[in-house]
T-cell receptor
């Protein structure tokens, strides 16, 4: 079965600084990869997804992620963080066979300093 | 178009009781998945339904069950509630499953 590791439980960045959240996955075939964001007490919102093709994926809210097969990574980046980006971020990997078994990482909580 | 709707938003139940949570997917979405989110265990996959059939199930005891109706609406049921069942239960829908889901706001279940 597929699995996801997010090495950083909590990250603090200053507003305006760049951001990179790490994600490593394990899956035997080509994965479907996702980044979701969750604000307190809310559901998850899809930021971006990778299925195939261009390994640099653009998402909403100015986020992008790069798929690196050799490193089994799918790191999320943003060039300039805004205070409203403070939230919890989840990386997920989906199976491409029958049925859904999307597995999530433990999440990275982002704090933005003014 | 309307998003994924989960009802109720909040629920308080007593240990030993049972509970039913409801999820209405986005119109046209045939795949519905359920997740349990807790601070200790994170997001854990419960099960997925597609066209009224359970296609996949996570590692939860048989007290957790679900179903999907012909209009794609889904319910999950938890019987004989335990304190550890307190969690945010998230429903998500997709056109086909496995390719990215739209999540509802969740049902916050508290077992006392």
């Amino acid at each position: 079965a597929q699995s996801v590791t997010q090495p950083d439980i909590h990250i603090t960045v200053s507003e305006g600084a760049s951001l990179e959240l790490r994600c490593n996955y394990s899956y035997g075939a080509t994965p479907y990869l996702f980044w979701y964001v969750q604000s307190p007490g809310q559901g998850l919102q899809l930021l971006l997804k990778y299925f195939s093709g261009d390994t640099l994926v653009q998402g909403i809210k100015g986020f992008e992620a790069e798929f690196k097969r050799s490193q089994s990574s799918f790191n999320l980046r943003k060039p300039s963080v805004h205070w409203s980006d403070a939230a919890e971020y989840f990386c997920a990997v989906g199976a491409i066979d029958v049925g859904n078994d999307m597995r999530f990482g433990a999440g990275t909580r982002l704090t933005v300093k003014p | 178009k309307a998003g994924v709707t989960q009802t109720p938003r909040y629920l308080i139940k007593t240990r030993g009781q049972q509970v039913t949570l409801s999820c209405s997917p986005i119109s046209g979405h045939r795949s519905v998945s359920w997740y349990q989110q807790t601070p200790g265990q994170g997001l854990q996959f419960l099960f997925e339904y597609f066209s009224e059939t359970q296609r996949n199930k996570g590692n939860f005891p048989g007290r957790f069950s679900g179903r999907q109706f012909s209009n794609s609406r889904s319910e999950m049921n938890v019987s004989t509630l335990e304190l550890g069942d307190s969690a945010l239960y998230l429903c998500a829908s997709s056109l086909a499953g496995g390719m990215g889901y739209t999540f509802g706001s969740g049902t916050r279940l508290t077992v006392v």
